[in-house]
């Protein structure tokens, strides 16, 4: 099992910058990739972007692309979301996932945590 703790949500100032945190712990030997998906109220849960854990490679969603930018310290197990340029649109809570997905993009992660709340202002 891994357990998957996020942090650092709260309210910004459109244009303004967030960064998001996800300390997971556990089996984390066993992870092939880390994720950030979220949801906005009356909307589906959608991919916002992934990293693969030990090559490092990126993915991400085209209406975050150029303005978040997802990280890794694989010391500390944790996995980072920083948001700037943030847009009233990107306000949802967002969530933390773990494990081995088929496609990076997908929902089929194996862990989540329980979410943290993005609340951008115009």
């Known amino acids: 099992q891994v357990q998957l703790v996020e942090s650092g949500g709260g309210e910004v100032q459109a244009g303004g910058s967030l960064r998001l945190s996800c300390a997971a712990s556990g089996r984390t030997f066993s992870l092939h990739a880390m994720g950030w998906f979220r949801q906005a109220p009356g909307k589906e849960r959608e991919f916002v972007a992934a990293?693969?854990?030990?090559?490092?490679?990126?993915y991400y969603a085209p209406s975050v692309k150029g303005r978040f930018t997802i990280s890794r310290d694989n010391a500390k197990n944790t996995v980072y979301l920083q948001m700037n340029g943030v847009k009233p649109e990107d306000t949802a809570v967002y969530y933390c996932a773990a494990g081995s997905p088929r496609l990076y993009g997908s929902s089929d992660y194996d862990f989540w945590g329980q979410g943290t709340q993005v609340t951008v202002s115009s």
């Open positions: 990293i693969n854990w030990i090559g490092g490679t990126t």
